[in-house]
């Protein structure tokens, strides 16, 4: 059974740091792509950041220079890094999983983590 675990949220002042940390259980991160996806109160869910197995790395233009995510293949691990918060990056961040399961892909998400950010 895929699992995804998130961590790391919190209340933060305008200008500080959070690292989020999604652990992924069931299948292997590797040839697969893992992600952040957040959603405030009144609003759709948005991409915040997404990595492949192999690296490469996809930004929202809202987060481009202030979030930082990377992954660790062989702890099946995915991080945000985010620095400089802003009051607007409030929100439930989730993490999310795109999976080959034999020849289907499968998308999977986690439960969520609370960010509050403070001005």
């Known amino acids: 059974q895929v699992q995804l675990v998130e961590s790391g949220g919190g209340l933060v002042q305008a200008g500080g740091s959070l690292r989020l940390s999604c652990v992924l259980s069931?299948?292997?991160?590797?040839?697969?792509?893992m992600g952040w996806y957040r959603q405030s109160p009144g609003k759709q869910r948005e991409l915040v950041a997404t990595?492949?197995?192999?690296?490469?790395?996809n930004y929202a233009d809202s987060v481009k220079g202030r979030f930082t995510i990377s992954g660790d293949n062989a702890k099946n691990t995915v991080y945000l890094q985010m620095n400089s918060l802003k009051p607007g990056d409030t929100a439930v961040y989730y993490c999310?999983?795109?999976?080959?399961?034999?020849?289907?892909?499968?998308?999977?998400w986690g439960q969520g983590t609370q960010v509050t950010v403070s001005s």
């Open positions: 990595i492949t197995s192999g690296g490469s790395t």
């Open positions: 999310n999983a795109n999976l080959w399961v034999g020849t289907t892909l499968r998308n999977y």
């Open positions: 069931g299948r292997d991160f590797s040839g697969n792509t």
